[in-house]
């Protein structure tokens, strides 16, 4: 699995639009990128996965340059309910070999009013 | 809830007793994962199912964890001789594998968080 490496915290104020990249330099072909919120005493939930390009949902997006070696993840116009650890997963799911799943240890974004 | 579902969601126990937690994933999902998780870092992979099919553990899992899934549903990981160092949450996540090179999204339980004093 992808080694990825993120920044430890950011802060950002309610209403901005919060961008939290994730570097993966030895990302495979087959690799897939998943982003995960996860929320104190919880499981991490699902957020958006993609493979190249930029990829939408109602909660966020996920842009990912050509030689796949970074990914963005773009939440728009954060609230106070935001606030949680993201992490980035790379990965071919599809194969047997999960013995280096890892989540790292995440960006810790803080939304302050 | 059509969620995943963990049980207990607590557990306090003493060094060397034995403590098993139980998955109930999504149904229909053919896959379940469990994970381990300690304070400021993300979730580490333990092992996973395909139906009822083991197919891989994490090379450094202790031999006193073991997981089941005997009739491809519900999942049971239990940890023997359970030492302080095992305190931590345990996260079980199910998934839908359809194979075909599609990406495998895994969704989480709430987690069991164990204690060992």
């Known amino acids: 699995l992808a080694k990825t490496t993120q920044p430890i915290s950011m802060d950002s104020y309610e209403g901005q639009e919060v961008n939290i990249t994730c570097s993966h330099n030895n990302i495979a072909t087959n690799d897939y990128i998943t982003w995960y919120q996860q929320f104190p005493s919880q499981g991490p939930r699902f957020i958006i996965q993609?493979?190249?390009t930029k990829v939408t949902n109602e909660v966020a997006s996920l842009f990912i340059p050509a030689d796949r070696k970074s990914s963005t993840l773009s939440l728009p116009r954060v609230s106070l309910s935001d606030t949680a650890v993201y992490y980035c997963?790379?990965?071919?799911?599809?194969?047997?070999?999960?013995?280096?799943?890892?989540f790292g240890a995440g960006t810790r974004l803080t939304v302050k009013p | 809830d059509t969620g995943v579902s963990q049980n207990p969601r607590h557990k306090i126990t003493k060094r060397g007793q034995n403590v098993t937690f139980r998955c109930d994933p999504i149904s229909e999902h053919n896959r379940l994962y469990w994970y381990r998780q300690t304070l400021g870092q993300g979730p580490e992979f333990l092992t996973y199912?395909?139906?009822?099919?083991?197919?891989?553990k994490s090379r450094l899992l202790s031999d006193r964890f073991s997981a089941e899934r005997p009739k491809g549903s519900f999942s049971t990981l239990e940890i023997q001789r359970t030492e302080q160092g095992d305190s931590a949450m345990y996260l079980c996540a199910s998934s839908f594998w359809t194979g075909g090179g599609l990406a495998d999204t895994q969704y989480f339980g709430p987690g069991t968080r164990l204690t060992v004093l």
């Open positions: 997963l790379v990965g071919d799911f599809a194969l047997r070999d999960n013995n280096d799943m890892r």
């Open positions: 199912f395909q139906n009822e099919a083991q197919l891989e």
């Open positions: 993609g493979y190249k």
